[in-house]
């Protein structure tokens, strides 16, 4: 399963944007996803998750400025990112589980599907 997101550009230091990733359907009900991103030279690192029951967990640097969420339906992922700053630079990552989580998951072995990715560049 590939996972396709969007919504990645580029914008000033200070902009938002908003990414968007289509769950898929044969495991959406257990909506265990996350947003993660890579920057050049760098690790892919998690940037938010959540979990079966709607609780999420964010990385230090972007809490209060992004904003992980499902549609009612469990059919899309998104990520809020408002107050971009230049080490948000970095492509951006849609993953999910087979099955459901208690607490989001953080670890990159934990998913089963991942998108190809979106990419945001802050100047």
């Known amino acids: 399963v590939q996972l396709v997101e969007s919504g990645g550009d580029s914008v000033e230091a200070g902009g938002s944007l908003r990414l968007s990733c289509p769950a898929s359907?044969?495991?959406?009900?257990?909506?265990?996803m996350g947003w993660w991103r890579q920057a050049p030279g760098k690790e892919r690192e998690v940037v938010a998750a959540?979990?079966?029951?709607?609780?999420?967990q964010y990385k230090e640097s972007v809490k209060g400025r992004f904003t992980i969420s499902l549609d009612n339906a469990k059919t899309t992922l998104y990520l809020q990112m408002n107050s971009l700053q230049p080490d948000d630079t970095a492509m951006y990552y849609c993953a999910q589980a087979r099955s459901a989580c208690a607490g989001p998951r953080l670890r990159e072995n934990e998913y089963d599907y991942w998108g190809q990715g979106t990419q945001v560049t802050v100047s």
């Open positions: 959540i979990d079966t029951f709607g609780n999420t």
């Open positions: 359907q044969d495991t959406a009900r257990w909506a265990c």
